[in-house]
């Protein structure tokens, strides 16, 4: 069956320094990755979408890659700020459907 | 509204009760999606409407939950005969188009429900 996984443990981090997500996948060849971050008590909120044929995309402080090779997706966030402590959610397409991860959770330490 | 609203926010119920939680989309959102989400999970996909009809319901765990958008706008998920195993966040979200997935998803806050 098709899976999506992130790394369960939390990832803490100090203020200024970059976080790496990681989502890996399997048994499936998705046509699109996207990302979100979910904080306590509230939806996901979209952040980044990158295709298959797209090696990397940026927003600002974000950065997504897309390695078809080794089915997986890293997520960047660049000069990390206490703010951006949340959960991340990483989520492949299946027909009609978005396929989420269980989310990595960054706290990022002033 | 400017996004994706849902209610109750929180629902407190007993076990075998009938329980109903509301969506409303983003206006002009054709596509509109009920997730389930439990503690330390992401959301787990239940059924997706193009317009008024149910597309894909292939994610409903059994015939106690029903989903109705009848016109093509407010959603309703139904939960029959609950169990203590329903208590999670649900989560709605919509988007434009015809549901490709290179459009993104605008989720609402979410019910909290919870089966006593």
């Known amino acids: 069956s098709q899976k999506i996984e992130q790394n369960s443990e939390a990832l803490n981090i100090q203020e200024g320094k970059t976080a790496t997500l990681t989502c890996n996948y399997t048994n499936y060849s998705p046509a699109y990755l996207q990302w979100y971050r979910q904080d306590p008590g509230r939806g996901p909120v979209f952040l980044l979408l990158i295709r298959e044929n797209e090696k990397e995309k940026r927003k600002e402080r974000l950065k997504v890659t897309f390695d078809t090779t080794l089915k997986q997706s890293l997520f960047h966030i660049t000069a990390s700020q206490p703010a951006d402590s949340a959960t991340y959610l990483c989520?492949?397409?299946?027909?009609?459907?978005?396929?989420f991860g269980s989310g990595t959770r960054l706290l990022v330490r002033p | 509204g400017a996004g994706v609203s849902q209610t109750p926010s929180n629902k407190v119920t007993e076990k075998g009760k009938y329980v109903e939680l509301r969506c409303d989309p983003i206006s002009g959102h054709t596509a509109l999606y009920w997730y389930r989400q439990s503690l330390g999970q992401g959301p787990e996909f239940l059924i997706y409407f193009q317009g008024t009809g149910a597309a894909d319901d292939s994610g409903l765990p059994n015939d106690r939950f029903f989903a109705v958008r009848p016109e093509g706008s407010v959603s309703t998920l139904k939960i029959q005969r609950t169990e203590r195993g329903d208590s999670a966040v649900y989560l709605c979200?919509?988007?434009?188009?015809?549901?490709?997935?290179?459009?993104?998803?605008?989720f609402g806050p979410g019910t909290r429900l919870t089966v006593l």
């Open positions: 989520a492949h397409d299946s027909s009609y459907k978005l396929i």
């Open positions: 979200a919509s988007s434009l188009g015809s549901g490709n997935l290179d459009n993104e998803q605008f």
